[in-house]
């Protein structure tokens, strides 16, 4: 394997050699985000942005995996990966109850497509490329799961005909041997014509009308040593991106439309998607297949618990290679809080300078004497009683700001101050305390499971940077414990550096950074006024159904290039897994797509990591900030 001195830097499913290693690393939780049909025959569509861990998902059920797996069934380490995947009905205890066959769709498929051919040929070739791949790739899978050699036992197989098909190029009965030389043929055949450029008249493989290695397989077909092999198929398309959008649509249509017993999981960018679709309720599940986007699945508080326990496993493999010299835990590592004694001097400072300021107000205003007396009088740690204080800080100005009924104000009870007083508000007193006394604000397990923001590659990628830090320390023989400025350096220097090639990796790229730096700075803007309006902040703003539909309108796009190019600059920040949409939200003005900022973003802009605090705009309001920026107003914030 790979750098296992620190395994998160393995953060593609291809980087890990071992079977083994990739299960003892493998974090199960993704599995719950499958539906309960998912192996049931209909097509799953499997969505996300890049490094949201499809790849490693359509692995974990691959037939060299699975049979590992059967022989860990009992190891402490993937157990409990077992049993999800028995669940499921992959697996049993004697072996696996599926075969996968994998297909990457970066290898000669979207070079075919740019040969020329008409589209209804194209298709058939595109097809029966598919096909020879599948049914090759099913010989191999049923050699591995029997542990039987590719080619060598090959004439252990044969095929029989399947019923009320011909497949071009193959006569039946076929023994093992002439089935691999005829998926080589379609495969040199087509590779001639991609080489050659050969004119959409001339000779070549006349392919396929449907995908006739599903019919195949569904046939059990196949058959090992004279018997037919009967087994559960799974064919799964890697990177569907990467296809030509005519070939991807026609691989869609026939998937779908031919209905097949075997099941088809289908794993794409949301760059595969047309623009209308990063914004439409249409990336749900129809009758006749399933989706999932797994952002939007991992919203549904199982994203934490997941990466915790990958974090887990990464830090327990880098102890058990380094031995002695590495952290054998990853959440040690980073568990710190402000309570320590070594914080209570610059509490106990910013303490004293808050309080002095509310009592001040107290005397100004003698309505809120006893809101102000009530906090002398609370127990607790330093500082649980410095975010109290500024919590009634932002309460007074919020109940300041408001038009006074009377010459003669009411005094105010302690009472009324406790109905006031909630999570989120106490939540943005710690944000203004971070700001303005120079407190950490992103350090710690959760915070970090925060800033992946949805994405395991995220996530995995910034636990390496800490996890980096403390096996440098451990080497040098000191604590391996991260502090919270320490954690949060890191953090901030992060979004720099994985943001600094978006420019070459994506369209727009520039376009969507120079847009990303507007939202931060309008959150930024909005967040830090001295009621906490929004408490505890906000992270994103909104747009009408009605302004989104209009940017992937052709007819407005055509009209309005100004429409156009915005449009394709949002397009890029979804595709991206820079701006989290959350589509079709109902608000009193009218439904609307909310458009929150990737958590790496909001640590650049020392934002809060919830989700909830939005501002509506309007069209107008927004599409010049990719080109001019964010103006901010004249309005008075705290601390900018």
Same mark, same amino acid.
């Given at each position: 394997?790979k750098d296992?001195r620190?395994?998160?830097r393995l953060?593609?499913a291809e980087?890990?050699d071992?079977d083994a290693d990739f ?6 939780g993704?599995?719950?985000l499958?539906?309960?049909d998912a ?7 499997i969505r ?6 499809k790849?490693?998902?359509l692995?974990?059920f691959t037939p060299?995996v ?9 190891n402490?380490?993937?157990k ?6 028995k669940?499921l009905?992959a697996?049993?205890d004697h072996g696996a109850n599926?075969?996968?066959v994998?297909?990457p769709?970066?290898?000669?498929y ?7 051919l008409?589209p209804a040929?194209?298709?058939r070739?595109l ?11 099913a ?5 591995v799961i029997r ?20 497949i071009?190029?193959?006569t039946?009965p076929?023994e093992?041997?002439t089935v691999q030389r005829?998926?080589?043929l379609?495969e040199q055949r087509?590779a001639?014509l991609?080489?050659?450029?050969m ?5 070549g493989p006349?392919?396929?009308?449907a995908l006739?290695s599903?019919?195949?397989?569904d046939a ?14 799974l064919?799964t398309?890697d990177d569907?991106?990467k296809?030509?959008?005519?070939q991807?649509?026609?691989l869609?249509?026939?998937v779908v439309d031919q ?7 289908l794993a794409?960018?949301?760059?595969a998607?047309?623009?209308e679709?990063l914004?439409a309720?249409g990336?749900?599940?129809g009758?006749?297949?399933l ?5 939007r699945e991992?919203k ?6 997941a990466?915790k326990l990958?974090?887990e496993?990464r830090a327990r493999?880098?102890a058990?290679?380094a ?13 710190a809080?402000l309570?320590?004694?070594a914080?209570?001097?610059k509490?106990q400072a910013a303490?004293?300078?808050v309080?002095k300021r ?5 005397v100004?205003?003698p ?10 009088e609370?127990d607790?740690?330093i500082?649980?009683q410095l ?7 932002i309460?007074i100005?919020?109940?300041a700001?408001k038009?006074?009924?009377?010459l003669?104000?009411?005094l ?8 006031k007083?909630?999570a989120?508000?106490r939540?943005a007193?710690?944000?203004f305390l971070?700001?303005?006394f120079g407190f950490?604000y992103?350090?710690g397990?959760?915070?970090l499971a925060?800033?992946g923001?949805?994405? &395991?590659?995220? #996530?995995i990628?910034l636990?390496g %940077?800490?996890?980096e830090?403390?096996?440098a320390?451990?080497v040098m023989? @000191? *604590?391996?414990?991260l502090s919270?400025?320490?954690?949060e ?5 992060a979004?720099?550096?994985r943001m600094?090639d978006?420019p070459?990796?994506?369209?727009n790229?520039?376009?969507a950074?120079n847009?990303?730096?507007?939202i931060g700075?309008?959150?930024r803007e909005?967040?830090y006024?001295p009621?906490?309006p929004?408490?505890?902040? &906000?992270t994103? #703003?909104?747009?009408?159904m009605a %302004?989104?539909?209009?940017?992937y309108d ?5 009209? @309005? *290039? ?5 449009g394709?600059?949002?397009?890029t ?5 820079l701006l989290l ?6 608000r009193?003005s009218?439904r ?9 973003v909001?640590a650049k ?7 909830g605090g939005?501002?509506?705009?309007r069209l107008?309001?927004v599409m010049?900030?990719?080109t001019?920026g ?5 309005q008075?914030?705290?601390?900018l």
């Open positions: 394997m296992v620190n395994p998160f953060q593609t980087s890990i071992s299960l003892r690393l493998f974090g199960h993704v599995l719950e499958l539906p309960e192996l049931s025959g209909r097509p799953l569509f996300s942005a890049p490094g949201g861990g790849t490693s998902l692995k974990l060299s699975l049979q590992h797996l059967v022989a860990m069934k009992t402490d380490a993937t409990d990966l077992f049993g999800k995947l669940a009905g697996v049993s599926i075969l996968s994998m297909l769709c970066a290898r000669t979207p070079a075919l497509a740019d040969v020329g008409n040929r194209a298709k070739l097809l029966a490329l598919i096909d020879a791949r599948v049914i090759l790739g010989l191999r899978a049923i050699l542990g039987l050699r590719f080619p060598d036992d090959l004439g252990r197989l044969s095929l029989v005909a399947p019923p009320d098909d011909i071009p190029g193959l039946f076929a093992g041997v005829w998926a080589e379609i087509v001639d991609i080489d050659t450029l004119s959409p008249d001339g000779s006349s392919g396929h009308d006739l599903l019919r195949l397989l059990n077909c196949i058959h090992l040593d004279g018997k037919p092999f009967e087994t559960r198929w064919i398309f569907m991106q296809l030509a959008p005519s991807r649509s026609a869609l249509e026939v209905r097949a017993r075997s099941t088809v999981w794409e960018r949301f760059e998607l047309a623009n679709e914004l309720n990336v749900l599940s009758r006749d297949h989706v999932i986007a797994l952002e991992w549904k508080g199982k994203f934490e618990p990466v990958i974090a496993r493999m880098a058990e290679s031995g002695t010299n590495a952290p054998d835990a990853f959440a040690p590592t980073i568990e809080d309570e320590a004694p914080w209570h001097e509490t303490l004293t300078v309080r509310v009592e001040a107000l107290a100004a205003k309505q809120y004497a006893d809101w102000v007396k009530s906090r002398t609370i607790g740690s500082r649980h975010i109290k204080w500024r919590t009634l800080e309460l100005a919020r109940h700001g038009p006074q009924q009377s003669f104000p009411e105010l009870s302690a009472s009324e101050l406790d109905d007083e909630e989120s508000e939540n007193a710690e944000l971070s700001k303005e950490p992103y350090f397990l959760s915070r925060s800033l923001s949805f994405n &395991v590659e995220q #996530f990628r636990a %940077d800490l996890f830090e403390s096996l320390a451990a023989r @000191r *604590p391996t414990s919270p400025q320490r954690q350096r890191i953090i901030k220097d979004f720099d550096e600094k978006l070459r990796r994506a369209r790229g520039r376009a950074l847009f990303l730096d507007a700075q309008f959150c909005e967040t006024q009621n906490a929004y408490a505890p902040g &906000v994103g #703003f909104s747009l009408s %302004d989104c539909s209009s940017l052709p007819e407005t796009r055509k009209t @309005r *290039p100004d429409f156009a190019a915005f394709d600059v949002l397009s920040a979804l595709q991206y897994n949409p959350d589509v079709d939200r109902p009193p009218g609307v797509v909310v458009l929150y900022l990737n958590r790496l909001c802009y020392d934002l809060p990591l919830h989700y939005f501002r509506e705009k107008q309001d010049t900030w990719p001019l964010f103006r901010p107003s004249r008075e914030r705290l601390l």
